[in-house]
């Protein structure tokens, strides 16, 4: 291996490519020794793996040298050496002392020694022996290797190793094409090995000047460290304070991201804002928008609340924009629907239609924005108001095609054509009811996705919209309603037929409320108005009556009850009827309360019959009879009166203080009834004679009250008098007693109880004159025994009836 | 002829929507509302007969109607909403002068009778009379509906006698009811349905579409008349 240079191969430039590659150095000059060539003539060496050496079985190397030096010895025949060659040694220290000596010997007697072969000899010899000498085991075993590695490759290097060392010029060729291939081969092997190393050195030769410069760079530091040792604490200071510095930094900037997250819009969402349609993603940015307003009312509440009011600005007109989309949007939605309402018939959706739930989710953004949400909610008013009203006007088209008779029909039955404008308008309610649920009705909502700031502040609001959607939108129809409803109220004078209209709209003001309608909505207002016109107008209807009969004109002679009276009672009873039934008795708030009662009845009885009397009876106050037959016709007609309202006793007069106007009528009776049993008793003592003392009695002590027979002592002054006299008692009394008498009976029942229209108060007034009139004649006849009492028959003779016998005559048992 | 007239008009309007679908859409449904007014004597159970269609509940405890009450029922068929609108009439004389005014402009009239009270089965005469003089023979669905038919030992009116006077009166639909224990409720209005134009045009009511349970506010009135019979109690 030492015969090739390595430095020869080292590449120049470290650019250098591989065709530049040095050429390999020429053939190496090995020769071989001169002297050699002579002797190797006729010498040829013995073959190393012979037969014969292989055959002694010999392992040791020495050995086998020894052999092979022996052979050779002998093939050369130097047995004039044998001490020498005896002498050979293989220790090595031994063997070149003697060697060298043995050498030189041979060498200077070489040249005169005509024995080349020994001097040949000698020559291989001292080189082996200078060989072993110089490399001892080690080299020998690097010899043995290289033959064995020869050998191994005997294959590639295409020899034949007896050819090898042929002594001769085949053998010489031999020997120098295996050289030749070996070498070849062992350049082979460098130029690859080469060409492995070639770019770690380019590398290397890369790196270099980098790494030259670091190591300067590391030396100038390192000098100037050893030099300023001391500044280096400062140094740190001041890295601590940058990198707390940078840590700040990162964290404000963490913080400001953050911020910026929070509140404020990124693109996307800006431009969602501004052009994505109205729906889920929209929506989600307005979330975003109400809790950046939420934060910003925090942030207003900060001492300087600067970053609050700026927020507060941008978010409030990005949102203020957003509302103006949802409005459109709101406004479109309601248009198509309308719009299709008109083509199409009616629309409905179902709770979970989507473009219903983003029309409620647009409503409900809207709410916080209240101005332009108010202006929606009156556009949708003003469109509904607009279809309730066609709708409604509809009804009374009668050229319309439709498949329900026109109400415009029933116009001739008031309370029918009422019913049927008012049960249409319960439609109406109830379908707009249903409309308004099913669009304004936030029942679907889920509230946890909705900021609770919008849902707090107008839940209560938004709760109640389809109920004040429903009211406002009546608002408008309100007056079409009510002008359809007056004209009919109006001109409508019947009590009767006003009581039902009354009825009507009391009832229909409660399904009203039932169905949605606010108590305080107009069209209830406007209810209430028209029944309070109903309710007044009954009673004008029942005076009415009163007033067209002319009470004072068309006078019958007879004591029974007027026409007009039993006309009026007749309406007032099927109106107390109708009141009856209504099922309203109970309720004290009622139209027919005491104050209606009194002034249907209390007034008749009061102002309308003493106005009827008083014209048909003039001569009352001169005339006795006269005035007997006032009474007569006002007690016919007070208990006509009576009579009828009987019935409503224990209902309609049973409840509050309205009994008190049935008891009134009853007083009126009796105050009649007594007086007319006052007139008629007179009239009948006058008759009988007996007048002028029943005056003169009561004057004394009222006959009534006479108990017992102690009693009659009171009447004794009456002597005093000129008229008690036994013959004044006499020419005064006993003829007309013993006259009318006997005819009295029949007088009261021909011109008394004959115009009482009662049995029961014709029974009571005579019953009650002819018991006053009993007593009368006892009372005076035992007080004039008592005055005369020595002339008792001459009184008997007057007074010829026994008290008993007058009673009987009188019907009295 | 009401039918009639619904159903052209019906057919206008899907003409049209199908021109105009996007619209459709955004604008909804379509809608159609029929008007079905419950007449009879107090008492007779139209309130039950309703509360057991709408909740399928029973009150033993009775409460008269004052005037009307009115409940409406959306059906969603297709791009279809159908609204029953039951108006519930009050049997109390006092409030008899009411209900010409509803039978004006109803498509569908139920007449109801008690079966255990004579009577109530008597006046049904002057209620059709009534129907008939608002909306003339022609113009209405006519049912007549014999109640409480559990009541099988205070029965007055047999059901012979019933379904007799129905065809009398030319009602289009006689059918007996409990609404105590649910019998043949669900069937009447299945009754009722099946004269609507929208359900005429397939044999069978396109509520037995299993797909519809799942809807809101759909009536199911699928059970049939057989399970419906076997939970009668008589
Ligand atoms: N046993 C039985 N009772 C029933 C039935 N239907 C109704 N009822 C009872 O009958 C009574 C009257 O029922 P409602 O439904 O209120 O009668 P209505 O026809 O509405 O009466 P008005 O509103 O006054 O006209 C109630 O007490 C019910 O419980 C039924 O099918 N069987
Ligand atoms: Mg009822």
């Known amino acids: 291996m030492d015969f090739l240079d390595y430095q020869t191969f080292a590449l120049d430039e470290a650019n250098a490519k591989d065709y530049d590659l040095p050429e390999p150095a020429s053939r190496l000059p090995i020769k071989s020794q001169q002297s050699s060539k002579d002797l190797d003539k006729d010498f040829s060496m013995p073959r190393l793996a012979n037969a014969e050496l292989d055959a002694e079985g010999t392992e040791n190397l020495q050995d086998k040298m020894q052999k092979y030096a022996s052979l050779s010895l002998s093939a050369l025949s130097l047995k004039r050496l044998p001490p020498q060659s005896s002498m050979e040694n293989p220790v090595v220290s031994q063997g070149t002392s003697l060697g060298e000596k043995t050498l030189e010997q041979l060498v200077q007697n070489g040249e005169k020694t005509i024995d080349n072969t020994d001097a040949l000899l000698s020559k291989r010899l001292s080189r082996i022996l200078d060989a072993h000498h110089r490399n001892t085991l080690q080299c020998d075993t690097q010899l043995r290797r290289s033959f064995k590695v020869l050998e191994d490759n005997q294959d590639r290097l295409h020899f034949n190793s007896k050819t090898l060392v042929r002594p001769d010029f085949v053998g010489s060729l031999a020997r120098n094409s295996l050289r030749s291939n070996l070498e070849s081969e062992l350049l082979k092997s460098h130029l690859m090995i080469l060409d ?140 198509d629907l309308q719009s299709a309402s008109k083509t199409f018939g009616e629309r409905a959706f179902s709770s979970n239609d989507k473009p219903l739930i983003t029309f409620q989710q647009g409503m409900l953004y809207l709410s916080n ?99 004040s959607l429903l009211n406002e939108t009546f608002g408008p129809v309100e007056n079409s309603i009510r002008i359809r409803l007056e004209q009919i109220i109006r001109f409508e004078d019947d009590p009767i037929i006003n009581f039902e209209i009354y009825e009507l709209l009391a009832l229909y003001q409660m399904m009203f409320i039932k169905y949605g309608l606010r108590p305080d909505s107009n069209l209830i207002l406007q209810l209430i108005n028209l029944r309070n016109t109903s309710s007044s107008k009954i009673l004008t209807g029942l005076t009415k009556i009163l007033d067209d009969a002319n009470i004072t004109q068309n006078l019958e002679k007879e004591l029974l009850p007027a026409e007009w009276l039993v006309k009026y009672l007749a309406k007032l009873c099927e109106l107390l009827t109708k009141f009856e039934k209504s099922g309203s008795v109970k309720d004290s708030e009622t139209l027919i309360d005491s104050n209606f009662l009194k002034e249907a009845l209390a007034c008749l009885i009061t102002e309308k019959l003493p106005e009827y009397h008083k014209s048909k009876f003039p001569q009352a106050r001169k005339e006795k009879e006269v005035k007997k037959h006032l009474l007569l016709s006002e007690i016919n007609c007070i208990d006509l009166i009576k009579t009828r309202m009987l019935p409503y006793r224990e209902t309609i007069f049973s409840k509050g203080d309205r009994h008190l106007v049935y008891e009134n009528i009853d007083s009126h009776l009796q105050a009649s009834t007594k007086s007319l049993i006052g007139l008629e008793t007179k009239s009948l003592l006058e008759k009988l004679g007996l007048d002028l003392y029943s005056n003169l009695f009561n004057m004394i002590f009222p006959v009534e009250s006479v108990q017992d027979e102690l009693d009659y002592d009171m009447y004794l002054p009456v002597l005093e008098n000129p008229i008690m006299q036994r013959d004044t008692i006499r020419s005064n009394v006993h003829i007309k007693l013993n006259d009318f008498l006997p005819i009295l009976l029949s007088d009261i029942q021909d011109n008394l109880l004959f115009h009482i229209v009662s049995p029961k108060i014709a029974d009571h007034i005579s019953t009650e004159c002819l018991s006053c009139l009993s007593k009368f004649y006892k009372v005076f006849r035992q007080v004039l025994l008592k005055l005369y009492p020595e002339n008792h028959e001459d009184i008997d003779t007057i007074l010829n009836f026994s008290e008993e016998e007058f009673d009987t005559l009188i019907g009295l048992n | ?170 009602a289009k639909i006689f059918i007996e009811t409990s609404t105590k224990v649910g019998f043949n409720v669900k069937n009447l209005f299945r009754k009722i349905a099946k004269t609507l134009p929208e359900f005429q045009k397939s044999d069978s009511v396109p509520l037995d579409d299993n797909a519809t349970k799942n809807k809101p506010d759909v009536i199911d009135i699928t059970t049939n008349e057989e399970q419906e019979q076997s939970s009668c109690q008589c």
């Open chain 1, 196 to 335: 492995d190393i070639q770019p770690i050195v380019r590398r290397i030769k890369r790196l270099s000047e980098p790494v030259q410069n670091i190591h300067q760079m590391g030396d100038a530091l390192l000098k100037q460290g050893e030099m300023a040792h001391d500044e280096t604490k400062t140094y740190m200071d001041t890295v601590y304070i940058l990198q707390n510095a940078l840590l700040k930094h990162r964290l404000k900037k963490r913080i400001l991201v953050m911020l910026r997250d929070k509140l404020t819009l990124n693109q996307v969402e800006e431009d969602a804002l501004i052009n994505s349609n109205v729906g889920p993603e929209f929506f989600e940015v307005m979330k975003k928008l109400m809790r950046l307003k939420e934060t910003a009312t925090y942030l207003l509440a900060l001492p300087n609340p600067k970053a609050g009011t700026v927020l507060m600005e941008q978010t409030n007109a990005k949102i203020e924009k957003a509302n103006k989309r949802i409005f459109n949007y709101l406004v479109d939605f309601l248009y």
């Open chain 2, 1 to 170: 002829m009401v039918q009639h007239l619904i159903k052209s008009k019906f057919k206008v309007q899907s003409q049209l929507t199908k021109k105009l679908p996007m619209s459709a859409n955004r604008a909804g449904k379509s809608l159609t509302k029929y008007k079905i007014v419950f007449l009879g004597e107090q008492g007779v159970g139209k309130t039950s007969l309703i509360t057991r269609f709408m909740y399928d509940t029973f009150d033993d405890h009775y409460q008269a109607t004052i005037g009307i009450d009115f409940l409406s029922k959306t059906m969603y068929l297709d791009d279809k909403t159908i609204r029953l609108q039951l108006w519930d009439t009050a049997g109390q004389e006092r409030f008899r002068s009411l209900i010409p005014s509803y039978i004006r402009d109803s498509h569908v009239a139920i007449v109801v009778y008690d079966v255990t009270n004579k009577k109530s089965f008597e006046y049904i005469d002057k209620w059709v009379e009534d129907v008939k003089s608002e909306r003339g023979e022609e113009n209405v669905v006519l049912c007549i509906v014999g109640n409480k038919n559990d009541l099988s030992d205070e029965r007055q009116v047999s059901t012979e006698e019933g379904e007799r006077k129905a065809q009398v009166l030319n």
């Open chain 1, 369 to 467: 924005d209240l101005p332009i949400f108010n202006e929606f909610i009156k556009r949708v008013v003003k469109a509904r108001s607009q279809i309730v009203l066609d709708d409604f006007l509809s009804q009374f088209d009668v050229s319309s095609a439709k498949a329900s008779r026109p109400i415009i029909i029933s116009a001739h039955d008031p309370v029918r054509y009422l019913g049927d404008v008012l049960a249409h308008v319960h439609s109406l309610i109830v379908d707009e009811a249903d409309f308004m649920d099913s669009m304004f009705k936030f029942q679907n909502w889920n509230i946890q996705d909705t900021p609770t700031s919008i849902l707090q502040e107008n839940r209560e609001f938004l709760n109640g919209l389809s109920i």
